[in-house]
């Protein structure tokens, strides 16, 4: 029997691993570290104060607040990027399934983005910021939904 081959994603919002399971009893070892000034590059940032306008002649004067806050562009920008990694090493054909685990707002952005045909193959998601937990540690975690 082929022992089945799981790629796993721990993200937050400044970093990720990307991990590989090939069997039960196997444990994880990482294949990468990204960072997200390197994989995303520039930060997005906000001019120190928002812009002005107005509402008409003589009428006040109103803040415009951004469409979106620099910290969730970020965010959506660094899990669009990790999902272009991630879907680069997917392509090589070597995994059968896919488990991610994210702070709740990380994992929501790159559900969000998820390609079909990763999407296909997620088989577990945890809402929990594993990133800093050890290798040996981490198969616990991932206990109730996926043996490693």
């Not at 803040?63 to 272009?84: G, I, Y």
């Amino acid at each position: 029997m082929k022992a089945v081959h799981t790629l796993v994603l721990l993200a937050n919002e400044r970093e990720a691993r990307v991990l590989v399971n090939e069997g039960v009893g196997k444990g994880l070892r990482q294949l990468r570290h990204l960072d997200r000034d390197a994989v995303s590059g520039d930060r997005i940032a906000y001019a120190d104060d928002s812009g002005r306008s107005r509402s008409g002649p003589g009428g006040a004067h109103h803040k415009m607040e951004p469409s979106s806050s620099e910290v969730r562009q970020n965010r959506e920008t660094f899990a669009a990027d990790l999902l272009t990694e991630l879907d680069k090493i997917w392509a090589k054909g070597e995994f059968d399934r896919l488990a991610i685990s994210a702070p709740p707002k990380m994992l929501g952005a790159i559900r969000d983005r998820l390609p079909k045909g990763l999407a296909d193959k997620l088989t577990a998601e945890m809402d929990k910021d594993l990133l800093h937990t050890p290798l040996a540690d981490l198969a616990g975690h991932f206990s109730g939904v996926a043996a490693f």
